[in-house]
């Protein structure tokens, strides 16, 4: 049966193939032909190929593609389709902080201490405002073992207006100072060993002098002008000696493009003058004076290629010595690089950088109220400040920088004590209870660390440290420079209404000189010991407009001396409250 259906097909196929020789050669015959199968038919299935993965097309007969226009017949479709309506997931939104244009603030403490502020700012349209600031600070003294009055006044108010407008914006500001200190710190070993003799002269010090200070001052920012920047202030110092300084400074900012490179220049004029009454020893009445001018300009442009930052500039300085006919020209330099090693991750940067610093008797008393009003004044040089550090992130909310620098350093204002006499003539800072200002060059060797961190929205953390090592070229210490200065600080939102913080701080030691002349003793440097202090405060937010607060400073109840002879208060406690409101 099977050989049947085999011979079957084969017939089949045979007649399937003598059709198309039929339908080729209509014409030609073919006659008869006997076939005889001596073998059944085996089907076999041919071997396969793969086609390639990336086959070879060739389209270089292929026709270009048919550009095809088309337009849509918008017909409109009417639907009776109604959406049902989303109701949105609720979100619970922090509520809003508000903000006031103006606050209180009121503070009292042990030694009789007194703290207060009150700030004030008024829009008097869309674009100009009014502000005021009045600040007060004081003491009634109590420090321990100290035998003259310690009491301290600091007073202030200062008035502004300005204007922000769409291309610019301006403000000035008027204010006045009043300050009241003492000369409390005595010599440990000063004064007879008679005990009425060192009363009687103890006694005929007046060690109170105070200092009073009255400025004006503006600055301006345009955004469509060469003339980008303006700062400038006007300041008349004087103290109750008859010392008196007055001080101009001005500085524009231009920016020009010059071939697609903008480049910024600074100006600065900086004169500063003055007179004290006498000379430190009372045998030497003639008044001193001093009047100093500074004239620089300091252009500079910034290159920003790939990952590099390059800031390359210069300054030259002239200084007019009117009182002894001296001018100088200084010439710095002002270069500053930084790479981004791994993105903001680590960013390398250096530079060399020099400056010419006016120095004034407001910024000394700033620094230490403690001076006698005899002062030699002459601008320091910092000829050239080399450094390199690293920056960046070691996680998103920790921030690190790293620095060492090396600074050379021509007239570095130092403060040093003065000598003194026991004569009861002296002038009331003349008693080895005051400081003088002396000049020395020095090469420091600095590196500075800080890190930075956010833990979270409520809990804040930095710490940073400078380590320093001082070179002199007269073989004399660099008077009152630490060698080491560490500082921390820790903030905590505690709640909504709660918060607190901390701060540590430690500062190495210091050395200073001072010798009582009349005793023709050789004077030695004298070594400040170093001290640790640590201050904290805690707050309580009542309403968004009050606030109460205290504060705890030294709470190591040290009696350390930031300035030789001179103790600071010990354990102090501020309570007050904080008010905030609008007009």
Known sequence: MKLNCQYKIIILLVLFVGQFSIAQKKNESIGTE??????PYSPTVSDAFKVKETPSLDDSGNQPKEVIKYSILSVPVASTFTPSKGKAEGVEKAKKERLFNNYATLGLGNYSTLNGELFVNQDLGNNDYVAGMFRHHSSQGGIKDVELNDEFYDTSINVGYGQNNRDNTWGVDLGYQNQIYNWYGLPSDFGSTIPDQRYDLVNSINPDHSYNTIWVGGNAEFTESIFSKLSAKFTHFSDSYSSSENRFYVKPTFTVDVMDQAIKTNVIVDHVSGSFKNNYFQDNTEALKYSFTNVGIEPSFVINENEWTLE??????????SENSGNKFYFYPKVNAS??????????????????????????????PFLSPTLNMRPSSTQYNVFAGLKGKLANNVNYNLTASYLNEKDKALFKANDYTEVITNEDYAFGNSFGVVYEDIRTFRFYGELKA?????????????????NTDNAVEAWNLPSMKLSSTLDVNITKQWYAGLNVFYVGERKDMQTNTSLGIDATPITLKSYFDANAHVGYKFSERLTFFLKLNNIGNQAYEKWLNYPVQGFQVLGGANYKFDF
């Open 454 to 470: 956010d833990f979270s929205q409520n809990v804040t953390f930095g710490i940073n440290g400078t380590f320093n090592s001082y």
């Open 34 to 39: 006997t076939v005889n199968v001596v073998k």
């Open 312 to 321: 390359l500039g210069a300054g030259i300085y002239y200084s007019a010595d």
């Open 339 to 368: 790479y981004r090693l791994v993105g903001d991750l680590m960013i390398f940067y250096t530079g060399v950088n020099g400056a010419l610093n006016q120095n004034s008797y407001a910024d000394f008393v700033t620094e230490n």
